[in-house]
């Protein structure tokens, strides 16, 4: 018993030794490891402290994909620039078929505006197009595969198209598109309504993101045209009369000055016409403001219809109106201008018998550039004066800026002062003696016949120089005739009596509110107003 316990106690002893002694083994390993770690680190260190430095490592190539990803950024970045400094809905479809080509290096590529009213899309702009393509290619909405991209709205490329259902692939095949890259079609769509379509060729490189892009690029480029439709919309509101139709000042004062320097340039002739409703306030004071504003409505319904269509017809002011005729002498200009008289004198309009004149007329006045003034401002100041001359005589006619050299003469009146039948007469004369444009005949048709034709006589030293003065001369701001015997109380069939005409300096300008200023020796029985 004494035995087996000794031996127990020694196995006993035996295995805590050994635990002992195995622990203590480990933890001096472990010891020993870290304090040879920390020998090595420090051996190290001071070791590439005595070494010099290394020298710093070389920059790396940039590889293909690396220039090819800065170059698609700085051209994207430059479309958008582009795209949103457009100004109007011209200057989109260029800018976007130049950088869509450029972007993903497409060889052709064409931009398809999309028309509400006819419901097609027509080729607007394109780039490495067939040459033997129609002028105006156009595609019906939903018909082809241009028209099928733009009816579904979304980017689809050609294996897009070929997965589509049967009825789909009748419409798409329905119209050919021979000779216009339809590899990808990207609708441009803001806010739900179409604008147009983009279609590109295969591009240069295959790219899982080209549709996506092209996605992104038409969002864009339809976001740049909405806003410059509206830009385009709020301009042409702000340069036209809400009344009329007709342009507003603002915009006649921009323009007549580009002209005056365009035909100042190039050494073309121009005229301008100043008109004004005879006696509108007596009508708005009559009949009430609406009735006076269906007057001014019917005069520039009038006036787009007398003149052509290249020359601008503007709402001056009030019951004023200006028109500007590049291309046309004075004497031409005169000749429209009356031809505008007679129209509105023989329009009805619904209350023109309570006028003073018993039915609605105009006066106007007519000046040339460069005769009359050298600036925009010269040429409306010689045509308003013209005007107020035209209202001083009587109203209801038309007048010519006076001319200095026939200032002073004595056998003559002005051609305005003789009534419709005297200045058609002496129009023809002068149309008949000397054809406009070097022998070329008058541009504007002529007038027609009247009977009593007049001319001055020639004075005998200018038929001894070899020129003959019987007929007004080219040029001349102001046609003249032998002074006529008028009947009292009658001015060239007006029904005023001829006043005098006030010096030049120091006039007065019309009131267009009110009366005229009445000159020296006016008889009182002038009609009132303007």
């Known amino acids: 018993m004494d035995l087996n316990i000794s031996l127990s106690s020694v196995f006993a002893i035996t295995a805590v030794l050994l635990v002992a002694g195995f622990v203590f083994f480990h933890w ?8 040879v770690s920390k020998l090595k680190t420090q051996l190290q260190a001071r070791t590439l402290a005595l070494r010099p430095a290394p020298p710093p490592p070389e920059p790396q190539p940039i590889q293909d994909e690396s ?17 949103s400094a457009a100004r109007s809905p011209e200057e989109v479809p260029s800018v976007l078929v130049r950088m869509i080509g450029n972007l993903i290096g497409a060889p052709s590529v064409a931009y398809f505006e999309y028309d509400d009213e006819q419901d097609l899309l027509r080729l607007k702009e394109g780039r490495g197009l067939a040459a033997d393509l129609p002028g105006k290619l156009t595609f019906p909405l939903g018909q082809g595969k241009i028209g099928y991209a733009a009816q579904v709205g979304m ?7 070929a997965a589509e259902t049967m009825t789909a692939r009748q419409q798409i095949t329905a119209v050919p598109t021979t000779g216009v890259p339809t590899a990808y079609c990207a609708p441009m769509v803001h806010r739900g309504e179409l604008l147009g379509i983009i279609t590109v060729a295969e591009p240069g490189y295959r790219s ?18 909405h806003n410059a439709q509206l830009m385009g919309r709020f301009a042409h509101r702000a340069d036209t009369d809400g009344l009329t139709g007709l342009f507003t000042r603002r915009y006649f004062a921009r323009r007549l000055a580009e002209e005056v320097i365009r035909c100042g340039n190039y050494g073309d002739p121009l005229s301008l016409v100043m008109l004004d409703v005879d006696n509108f306030k007596h009508y708005n004071d009559t009949n009430g403001h609406p009735a006076g504003d269906e007057v001014l409505r019917t005069v520039a319904e009038v006036l787009r219809r007398s003149f052509r269509r290249t020359d601008m017809v503007t709402r001056y002011g009030g019951e004023e109106f200006a028109v500007v005729m590049s291309g046309l002498k004075k004497e031409q200009a005169y000749l429209l201008a009356e031809r505008l008289r007679t129209q509105i004198e023989e329009t009805h309009f619904e209350f023109g018998a309570r006028q003073p004149l018993g039915r609605v007329t105009v006066s106007a006045g007519v000046a040339s550039f460069p005769q009359d003034g050298g600036t925009g401002d010269e040429l409306i100041a010689a045509a308003d004066q013209a005007l107020y001359e035209a209202k001083r005589a009587g109203r209801n006619r038309v007048v010519q800026h006076e001319a200095a050299a026939l200032a002073g003469r004595e056998d003559v009146l002005e051609l305005e002062q003789v009534g419709p039948s005297g200045r058609t007469a002496a129009l023809e004369a002068f149309l008949a003696a000397t054809p406009a444009d070097g022998g070329e005949g008058a541009k504007s048709p002529p007038p027609p016949a009247a009977e009593g034709r007049v001319s001055p006589a020639a004075p005998p030293e200018a038929k001894a120089r070899g020129r003959d003065t019987s007929a007004p ?32 300096v120091n006039r007065e300008p019309v009131t267009r509110n009110g009366q005229p200023p009445k000159a020296p020796g006016a008889t009182p029985g002038s009609p009132p107003g303007t």
């Open 208 to 225: 899982p993101h080209i549709k996506k892009l092209l996605s992104a690029v038409a969002d864009l480029a339809a976001i740049s045209l």
């Open 155 to 161: 980017v689809m490329d050609e294996r897009d198209l």
């Open 67 to 83: 220039v090819e990803a800065v170059r698609f950024i700085m051209l994207f970045t430059d479309m958008v620039k582009k795209l």
């Open 473 to 504: 001369r080219p040029h001349s701001p102001s046609f003249r005739v032998p002074r006529p015997a008028l009947t009292p109380g009658v001015a060239g069939g007006s029904g005023a009596p001829p006043t005098p005409r006030p010096p030049a």
């Open 28 to 35: 001096y390993h472990l010891f020993r490891e870290k304090k």
